[in-house]
């Protein structure tokens, strides 16, 4: 397809995020803004006091009222959209399961922000990782380019008649929500050509056929439908990445799940996500010049797992190094190295992996650091076997 | 009933689509104690049909009588009739 010309501007994350949910004009917008995806419902509401959408904008009492709106106006049948991060997504907690379950095709945008305690307002990935389990599809987004093609990319994959179900679009908290960078702005009709007019399968206000929503099911049922909910977001994937590939026939930057960089050959690979792609990939390059055999692997996607597309990318590595910007106290290492790790366990041919945790309450990650992990993971190669979980930057 | 298997319920998700269906629900197993009516007594004064929560004391235009495919055995019946012409025997097995 022909390649368009869009116009270029500079623009924050969280603007970025607002300026995609006005093109995309949801019916409903229910949000309590907090730190730091604030500017998202700032921003977004200024659209709605100007006329510049139709949205019904709700403002709520908190982020449980904010998510149970959103649950009502998309089981209504209405396209709908929020945004939050953190305690926020946290206190979500148990509607963002009903949203999943009941098969409703929310968007939200999450600015990724530490969990208390101690309070931090920084980026890390503990909120989206405590809502890993959710049944919410998870896309990171390394840079403000990402943040708002994924926004807009998220909205035709959710409300795709074989998906239906919720997307969360996440990036990092500050790092990438407060950092203004040029964005190529895709055209207002454009954007409403590519993600078409939402249809709902099955709305409430339908009266001339009446259904019942999320009704009780007991032993006898509940387990099939947890079965068929896990069957829809596994069966995502294939959709994601044809929503990917339209994303990149209109604009030129295609999409998949995930990102390989120099990894097919590569003898030592950093896996990460969101903006540390973004340093990972200079240092990359930098070895690459040097003639060392060094790969990036960027998780795009974190549900549904693309687990064969991971398997693919790392098999042929000598070691690979997992970067999990959030922790899970008490367990051995992070949730993106249990994932990788347990799901390439049966391979004949593997990597060592070696678990890192890093830059949690938005603790930098430097060049420096990438440095070091990939002079770590040459180390582990010659001594056959991984070291314990390593804290990248953490004063003793 | 043929229950869906999960299969089935990709398409849908966890929704019923056709409405008054808690009709085939039968709740009457649920019932421990059973509720019997002694005709020579009643008076056919209705606060059994009045007072039962399931709607499952029915009138047929002459006298009151129990459905037993949803009457749970709560005894609100029994304890409500002025003249305790309603008994709770207990279901047996």
Redesign the interface.
Known sequence: MMKTTFKKIAIEGNEAVALAMKQVNPDVVAAYPITPSTEVVQNFSNYVANGEVDTEFVAVESEHSAMSACIGASAAGARVMTATASQGLALMWEMLYIAS???LPIVMAVSNRALSAPINIHGDHSDAMGARDSGWIQIYSENVQEIYDNIIQAVKIGEDPQV?LPVMVNFDGFITSHSEEILEVIDDDLVKKFIGEYKPK?SLLDVD???????L?LF??Y???K???A??IENSLPIIKKVGREFGDLTGRYYDVIEKYHTDDAKYIIVAMSSTCGTAREVVDDLRNKGLPVGLLKIRVFRPFPLEEISLALKNAKVVGILDRSMIPGSFAGPLYHEIVSGMYHLDQRPIFQPYVYGLGGRDITTEHINKVFSELKEIEKVGKPKGLIYIGVRE | MRLPGWKDLVETGPIILEPGNALEYKTGDWRTFRPEIDYNKCTTCMFCWLFCPDSAVKFDGKKVYIDYDYCKGCGVCASECPVKCITMKEEEK
Do not use: H, L, N, W
């Open positions: 379950s009941m098969r239906r099955y056929k009446p259904i019942t929503i999320g009704p099911a006898d049922s387990f099939e439908f079965v068929a909910q069957y829809a």
